[in-house]
């Protein structure tokens, strides 16, 4: 449990057991939201603030465009979770 709250702290990427537990909910419950069409997982992983952010359109509070520079992006992390969409265009600045 620690080990999942300490990865949601540090951004990284989530399996669905660690998600479950950050999220509060059953192992059940999260491996179903992961297969939901527009969730933000990303080869069975997820970022804690692109959930965040999902959440967030499900309840109607859309963010900014601002607050989100890589969904403007023409390139290949279109369609990608924010958060790895990030780290793909992170990596090709390298």
Known sequence: METALEK??????????????????????????????????????????????????QNGIADSPEANPVSQCDSVADGLPPRAASILLEADQQ
């Open 8 to 57: 949601r702290r540090l951004d990284q990427a989530l399996n669905a057991k660690e998600f479950a537990v950050c999220a509060g909910v059953s192992y059940s419950t999260a491996r179903s939201w992961f297969h939901l069409p527009g969730f933000p997982v990303f080869h069975g992983v997820i970022f804690w603030q692109d959930f965040v952010q999902w959440r967030m359109r």
